[in-house]
């Protein structure tokens, strides 16, 4: 089977989140679709199918080391950006501006644009499937696992899209990268910890913290940017900005984020860094 592996969030080589793209998956299990996720030991790995939705151009799949997702934005990205350049033609034709994802979320619209000469892909946000505030017990909980205080907490709210992640807003960036979490106090818990710049070209800083995955901290995370631009775009954020993340994983993700009437857009770079073949 055709295999690609693609940097996601970065237009730099080695420097956004990889995913394993595994094509013409249909033939694979469930058990060898868990083993080799395993095996990669990326945050994600996924594998394309036939659609069996009408109106979808493929069926994914989404897998971490610790089991499968629903959905997951930068693997979203990857995997459109591997399949169009496996020679997928989405249904509105060779020109089509729009590809139709299937998943376990239902079905995710992803869009090329071009801007300054690039091609950048970006995914309509899915609707969230858990929002509203966050009970007393959860909060105490995220203090421990990120060792704040909860007056350093500016807001809290869930803002979980199939992943599971609730959101936490610091009073800046600088307190976003200084955090050093206590791993063995999340439990279930998926953190996703965002916190504003002063100034300058970047919006924001996050980072994903969701160790019951199988990693401890995701590089960048396009999930968690819909669930934050659902959250605070056109409020406390523009309606339109540039995340960072995983600065603090030697990484320089850039997430492209837009509110466009009610919908909201994560879009980033992507580019093959590995091809060839696996043999599962």
């Known amino acids: 089977m055709r295999f690609s592996q693609v940097d996601v969030f970065s ?11 595994v094509h013409d998956a249909d033939g694979v299990t469930d058990e060898e679709m868990a083993a080799f996720a395993r095996w990669t ?7 394309l199918l036939s659609p069996t939705q009408p109106g979808a151009d493929y069926r994914l799949r989404i897998w971490t080391p610790g089991g499968e997702l629903p959905f997951a934005g930068h693997p979203t990205l990857g995997s459109a950006h591997a399949w169009l350049e ?3 033609v989405p249904a509105g034709g060779p020109a089509g501006d729009q590809v139709v994802q299937e998943c376990g979320a239902g079905l995710v619209t992803i869009r090329r644009t071009t801007t300054d000469a690039r091609s950048r892909l970006a995914f309509a946000a899915p609707p969230l499937t858990r929002s509203g505030p966050v009970d007393a017990a959860d909060v105490a909980g995220i203090c421990r696992a990120l060792r704040i205080s909860e007056s350093a907490i500016v807001e809290t ?15 800046d960036a600088a307190a976003v990268l200084a955090l050093e979490p206590d791993w063995a106090a999340f439990g279930d818990l998926k953190v996703g910890v965002v916190g504003p710049y002063a100034d300058g070209p970047l919006a924001v800083e996050v980072r994903a913290f969701c160790p019951g995955y199988g990693m401890p901290e995701d590089p960048v995370t396009g999930s968690l940017n819909a669930g934050i631009g659902q959250w605070l775009a056109g409020g406390r954020l523009p309606a339109s900005y540039v995340a960072s993340q ?5 990484r320089a993700g850039r997430v492209h984020v837009g509110l466009e009437g009610e919908t909201v857009w994560v879009g980033g770079d992507t580019r093959t860094t ?6 599962l």
């Open 157 to 171: 709210t869930w803002i979980d899209n199939g992943p599971g992640w609730v959101g936490v807003l610091l009073a």
């Open 246 to 250: 995983g600065t603090a994983l030697q």
């Open 86 to 88: 496996a020679g997928g």
């Open 274 to 279: 590995v091809s060839g073949s696996v043999d």
């Open 11 to 21: 237009d730099e080589p080695l420097l956004g989140n990889p995913v394993a793209v």
């Open 41 to 47: 030991n990326l945050s994600e790995t996924t594998f």
